[in-house]
C-alpha cells in the first residue's frame, strides 16, 4: 500500500513539475486579444503565486516563519478579491463583462474563482487538489490559444463551457470522496492536528489554514488565549454537555457512535481543545471538513456573486453523477461513516451587516437548474439519511461574538457566556406554564403594533390524550444553546395570515419591511423593502430564502422566552448582528421550510413533564414515505418578531375563548412574569 502511494506522489509530482512550466511559459506569452491577455496573465501570476505557497508549506515554514511573513502571505493570496480592489478584479463578473461580454465575463471569473479556492489546499499540502486546478486553467488557456491563432477569433462559448462541463465530472470521485473520508475517519486532519498541538499563545498558527485573516481572527484568539481556564472550561463545557444532552432526551444511543464533526470560525481554537478532550470522555474523536471552516470573509459580495456559479454547467446529467459519486463514497466509508454522531457548531456574531447587490452579470439559474437543483437537494438528503439515520445523530450549536462587533466586545462576550449558561430549570419551569396554555388551544392568533403589520392565526394539533400528550417541545439549552424557547409543527390548513418584519437578517442577508403571506400554512405572496423595484426584492427573497421553490409552508412557530437576550442585544446596539440561535429566543418566531423533527418524526420525544410531543409532522412531511420529494424541503428559516414590535399573542380555545399569552411586548400568563423582569431593567 505505501508503495502504492509512493508511486502515485510520484505521478502527481512529475505532473505538477510539468504544469508549472507550462503555467511559467504561459505568463510570458500573449495571444494577441488584449482582454485575455490580461485576464491569462493576471492567472498565470495568481498561479505561480500558490505554487510558491504550496512550496513554502511543504518546507514547514508556517510553523517557523516570521509573523510578518505569514501576515504577508495571507494578504497577497487574498488582495486581489478585497472590497478595495474587487471592483477591477476578474474574479468579479461584472468586471470580466465589462472587458468582454456577460457570457465570457461569467465564465472567466468562475474560472478564477475555482483556481483560488485552491489557497486551503495548497495550505494542507494537498498536492493533487492544486494540481488539478492548475491543469483545468491551461485547458482553458490552451484551448482560447489555438481558437486564436487559426481563426483570430474566440473559441465558441459553448467549447470552453464544455471543459468547465467535464472538469466538474470528472473530478466529483476524487472531491467527493475526500470529503466523505473526512467526515468518517477521525485520522489524519490537519484542522484536528492544529486544535490539537499547535502553541495557542503564538498567533502564528492561524495562518495553517490558509483562510484569510484579519485583526478580528487574531484577537479573538489572543482573548481567549487570556481568559482564566475555569472561564475556557465553561464554554467548552455548555456546548460539549449540549451534545451529550441531544442525544439523552431524544432517547438516542451515543455510545455507537465514534465520531463528532466540528464547524467553527479559527480563533476558537483553545475552547475547542477543551471540548475535544470532553467528547474523548464521551467515546468520540473530532472530525473537520473545509466547509466546516471558517476565517474572516475578504469579500461578501465575492460570496454572493458566485454562490450561483453551478448555472453555468448544471444539468440533469451532472447531477445524476454527482449523486452517483456521493453514495460510492459513502458505500465505500459505510462502516465509518454509520459512527458519525452528527455536528458540533460554534458560531460566531458581530459582523458588520451586509446588504448584497444583485448583478446580472453574476450567473443566475434557469427555471429548469431552480428545479433540479431543488431536486438534487432532496436527493442528496436522502442519500445522508440512508447511511447516516437521522434517529441515530443529532448536533448541538452555540455562538459567541467577535472583536468586529465593537468597542465593548469583552462586555458583550461576557454577556454572551452568562445567556448560553442561564438556569435551564428556571426556563423549563416557565415555558411549561406556556404549554399548558398552549394545549388547550385550537389555534394561537398573533397580532403585531408599532408599524407591524403582522396578522396571523397558527393551527394547532388537536390533543387525542391531553393527560399524556403535549403540543409543543419544551426547549432549554441542549442542541440549542442557549436556553429559552418552546415550539411546535403547525397544521398547514387553517393557518392563515400575514407575517412582517420591519428588520431581520437571514443567513447573514439583511431584508427590511421582510413580509409573508400565509394560505392554509403555505406561502403565497411575499415582498421586501431592500430594492426599489418590488420585482427585484421578489427575486432576492426567492433565492436566498425559498432558495429557488415556488413557496415553502410554515414548519415551526415558536416563542422565544429568553429576554434576558434580548435585552443584552438592546443593551449594546447589537440587534442586527445577533446569530439566528439567539435572535429566535427573543420572541415569537416562525420557520418557512421543514419542521424541526425532519427525518425524525417517527421518533418519539418526551418533555420533561413525561409527556409525548405528538406534533412532529405536518401535511407535507407527513408524506415521507409515500412521496419524499414532496415530504421535505432542506432549508429551514426562522423568522423572529421581536417583542417590541409584538402587540398579542393569545391561545385562542375551540369555543372562542382566549387565553392571552403576550401583550404589548409583555408575558401576561400568570407564572411566566419573570420573563419580563429584564425587559424592566432597560
Known sequence: MEQVQSERKEVLQERYGLIRERIKEMGNESMGHPALDAYFGKLADFSQKLGDYYAFVEQGHMRDAQLSRLQAWNHDLYEDILPEHYGQSWANPAYGASQMDEQWGRLLAYVYRELRDGIVPAAQGDLEDVLIRMEFLVEIYSACVAAWQEEKQLPPFETIRQIVYWYNSDYSDIRTEKTVRRMACPEGNPAVDIIMEADLADVRYLYRYGLYVTENELEIARFLYSLPQDTIDTMADTYTEGYRIGFEVTGKDLSIKKTVDLYYHIGFERMLRRAVENFAGLGLKPVVREVNLEGARPNRQYAYDHKD??????????????????KTAYEHYKQEIRGYAGPAVVEIFGEEPFAPESKP?????????????????????ELYTQYIPMPERSFTIIAFPVPEIGENFREIFEDTIKVNTLDYMKYRQIQQCLIDALDQADHVEIRGMNGNATDLSVNLWKLQKPEKETIFENCVADVNIPVGEVFTSPVLEGTNGVLHVSRVFLHGLEYRDLSFTFKDGMITDYSCGNFPDAEEGRRYIKENVLFH????PMGEFA?????????????????NKLPILIAEKTGPHFAVGDTCFTHTEDVKVYNPDGKEIVAR??????????????AYFNCHTDITL?????????????DGTRIPIIAEGRFVLPGSEALNEPLEQA
Not at 453555468?312 to 446529467?317: E, F, G, H, S
Not at 421553490?549 to 415553502?552: A, E, H, S, Y
Not at 435585552?567 to 449594546?572: D, E, H, K, L, V
Open 617 to 630: 409532522e405536518n401535511e407535507k412531511s407527513r408524506l415521507r414515505d409515500t412521496d419524499p420529494a414532496e
Open 309 to 326: 456559479d453551478h448555472g453555468l454547467i448544471w444539468d440533469k446529467a451532472l447531477m445524476q453523477r454527482k449523486l452517483e459519486v456521493l
Open 642 to 654: 421581536p417583542f417590541d414590535e409584538l402587540g398579542e399573542l393569545a391561545a385562542v380555545k375551540k
Open 549 to 552: 421553490r415556488d413557496t415553502l
Open 361 to 381: 452579470q453574476a450567473v443566475k439559474l434557469s427555471p429548469e437548474q431552480q428545479k433540479l437543483w431543488v431536486e438534487y437537494c432532496a436527493k442528496n438528503m
Open 559 to 575: 416563542i422565544g422566552t429568553n429576554t434576558t437576550a434580548y435585552m443584552m442585544a438592546r443593551r449594546w446596539g447589537i440587534e
